[in-house]
């Protein structure tokens, strides 16, 4: 029984008007789009195979992977067991090392704090270090809405920014861009390239373009009084903030500004050091195939003379608490957004992440942005699948994505108003297969179908309006020459 089944209110879901969540459009109307792009395709192909065969050569090597990954999963599910006291336990902590903490309803609340805490410190821009909770509310946007410009310093998602784009994936958020578009995006957005042009010095390799990056960052670093970060885990016990990445840029957001902001979704938080250490040997084999992370980021509180001198934690709710009331689909709190989901998800691979709509793309995103959201803003995305569970098997605190997915099908169908056609074809499926003798009628009709199959394996013709749905997409298989039941009693006698 549900909490509005008893009369009590539902939980507020993320906001609408607000942040990356929900797209303009439908999953399968997007993708479409997408699927035509072959250029896309190809970069998508290249690159999730390549991150999928460091992983696999990795994780193999770990002779105890499958129990780690099951002391993640506990980890995960113990820790949402009783987030109430853990968050409790965190804030105590920080504030005692010198920070302070902020709770946040939603994406507005969280976005205004923000606002509020920069304006205060009289600077009119920040540096940002890649985050995916500041993407989910929207935060660069009403900064820029305050005058305030946020400066993305993760190389990935720099290219992103300067070619006004969106991330398409959540640890290579510029996956779905080649060299020779990055290229052109420095080129005519860099200063440094703006009196040379097309004629500056700056071919596609990937060190030219580190280079020409590191040169546009670095001053930024050096003159920011400010920097936002996420974080990937916070620990309770100490009030410990972590952030792992691979370029430095973190390290030198979380160091070098006066002040620092971080705005982390409530679900991040591990209770004790013990349960930080499975996560990072989890964490970094799953998500770049690397053994450990090059750059593992720690701090509590404030230290005087000694990095950012204030410092603020945003815990932002923005649905999760709805999230967490269903005893399903909460597994998806547990996720440690390593990616490695989407890299083994066909659909993901030749749809791409923009076609999700949502700053969460691919398997997480189908059952993570529908909950945060409330399914019917979402609805087309836990269809977003073919169920093949390749996601569940990679993913290293198990989340069983694929049941979820059908969870939340089933919350959409439940919802639905109107008879669709699909639930009228379904019940007349369950009448016909629970009477034996109008079974046995419907596989006789059915057997009429290898009369316009001409021996081949799949009909010719698709099935009228509105059956027509279904087969525009897919092969309707030829009835086979005997049924199960026939074959049976020929074999069996009975
Ligand atoms: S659902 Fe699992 S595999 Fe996917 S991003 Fe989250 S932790 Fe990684």
């Not at 100490?238 to 002040?259: D, F, I, K, Y």
């Not at 699909?422 to 059915?446: N, Y």
């Amino acid at each position: 029984m549900s909490a509005v089944d008893l009369g009590m209110p539902s939980l507020p879901h993320a906001p609408r008007g607000v942040g990356h969540l929900r797209g303009d459009r439908s999953f399968p109307d997007a993708a479409r789009e997408s699927l035509r792009d072959g250029q896309l395709r190809a970069n998508l192909g290249h690159a999730t195979s390549t991150i999928r065969a460091k992983r696999k050569a990795v994780v193999d090597e770990v002779p105890d992977w499958a129990e780690l990954r099951e002391a993640g999963r506990a980890i995960k599910a113990a820790t949402m067991a009783r987030l109430d006291e853990h968050l409790v336990a965190l804030e105590e902590q920080v504030t005692a090392r010198g920070g302070t903490v902020h709770w946040a309803r939603d994406a507005e609340e969280a976005n205004e704090i923000v606002i509020r805490l920069v304006q205060a410190t009289g600077t009119d821009e920040v540096v940002k270090v890649k985050s995916m909770a500041t993407q989910e509310i929207g935060l660069n946007e009403a900064l820029e809405a305050a005058g305030i410009a946020a400066h993305e310093t993760d190389l990935a998602e720099l290219i992103v920014q300067l070619g006004e784009d969106t991330p398409s994936h959540i640890l290579v958020p510029a996956i779905h861009k080649n060299r020779a578009e990055i290229r052109e995006i420095f080129l005519r957005t860099m200063p440094q390239f703006q009196e040379q042009g097309v004629d500056a010095d700056l071919t596609d390799e990937p060190r030219r373009l580190a280079m020409a990056a590191r040169a546009h960052l670095r001053e930024r670093f050096l003159r920011a009084r400010v920097a936002i970060s996420g974080a990937n885990f916070a620990v309770a016990e100490t009030g410990t903030l972590a952030v792992v990445e691979s370029e430095g840029n973190g390290r030198m957001c979380l160091t070098l500004p006066r002040t620092l902001i971080t705005v982390m979704g409530i679900e991040k938080v591990v209770p004790t050091w013990r349960d930080l250490e499975v996560f990072l040997q989890l964490l970094p084999r799953s998500s770049t195939g690397e053994r450990m992370n090059p750059y593992t980021s720690l701090w509590a509180g404030v230290t005087p003379g000694d990095g950012p001198q204030e410092f603020h934690l945003v815990l932002v709710d923005n649905g999760r608490t709805a999230v967490l009331a269903d005893e399903v689909g909460r597994a998806a709190l547990h996720c440690i957004r390593c990616s490695a989901c989407l890299n083994v998800c066909p659909v993901y691979e030749r749809a791409g992440g923009h076609a999700y709509g949502s700053v969460y793309p691919g398997p997480i995103g189908a059952v993570l942005s529908p909950q945060l959201t409330g399914v019917e803003d979402n609805a087309s995305l836990p269809y977003a699948s073919s169920l093949c569970g390749a996601c569940y098997d990679v993913c290293p605190v198990a989340i069983d994505i694929p049941s979820i997915l059908v969870h939340l099908r089933a919350e959409h169908v439940e919802a639905q108003e109107r008879t669709t056609p699909e639930a009228v074809a379904f019940r007349a499926l369950a009448k016909a297969m629970s009477t034996p003798r109008l079974w046995r009628l419907a596989q006789r009709a059915a057997g009429l179908g290898r009369l316009l199959s001409r021996g081949k394996p799949t009909l010719p013709a698709a099935l009228p309006p509105p059956a027509s749905k279904w087969t525009r997409t897919r092969d309707l298989p030829t009835p086979p020459r005997e049924t199960f039941t026939q074959q049976w009693v020929r074999e069996r006698g009975r």
